[in-house]
């Protein structure tokens, strides 16, 4: 079977996270490929579970090497990338890799590897909605709130790229969507 790779992408608060822990715990050929990135370690986070996190230094000399699938300045930078190693060891383990990263990093993998990749954009059932959640998460201030709206609008304008679309308006029932979305693709 040629290597195939899962790629989920969304606007921060429309419930990727969610949905890729539960196609996670639910399908059991797929892994979790870690991001490597420049930024530093969370409270909680583990170097190697969370994120490979690397030096600026370190990171700009596997850009040179070309050991990225694809590699992105999110925030101002803060870099992040997809290692071929990381997928590389997760199809040495006859695994399927779920690549859970921003919207241009996922059109790059998509470019990358072809028919190889499933990209699905998850989306939030309006603006208005997006904006409830990440006020009820309690984690943002305004202006926070404000650049991660802004960037949710940026980032849909991109949507129509993708192979798929779900609409998060009900968590569960966007599960079952992706998760048949992946099984028809793994067939």
Avoid at 43 to 60: P, Q, R, S
Avoid at 109 to 124: M, N, R
Wanted: proline fraction near 3%.
């Amino acid at each position: 079977m040629a290597n195939k790779i899962i790629i989920i992408t969304a606007p921060s608060g429309a419930g990727k996270t969610s949905i890729v822990k539960q196609m996670l715990k639910d399908m059991p050929q797929l892994e979790f490929s870690i991001s490597a990135t420049t930024r530093e370690a969370r409270e909680n986070e583990v170097d190697g579970k969370d994120y490979y996190f690397l030096t600026k230094e370190d990171f700009h000399e596997k850009i040179e090497a070309q050991a990225f699938a694809e590699v992105e300045m999110v925030y101002a930078g803060k870099y992040y990338g997809t290692l071929k190693s990381e997928l590389e060891r997760i199809w040495a383990n006859e695994r399927v890799p779920m690549v859970d990263i921003d919207v241009k990093g996922a059109l790059s993998i998509k470019e990358h590897y072809g028919d190889g990749a499933l990209t699905i954009f998850i989306q939030p059932p309006s603006m208005e909605a997006l904006r409830k959640r990440l006020s009820e998460r309690g984690t943002e201030t305004q202006a926070s709130l404000d650049e991660r709206l802004g960037k949710a609008k940026y980032e849909l304008s991109f949507s129509k790229q993708f192979d798929e679309i779900v609409i998060n308006d009900t968590l569960e029932i966007a599960q079952a969507e992706v998760k048949a979305l992946i099984d028809t693709f793994l067939k």
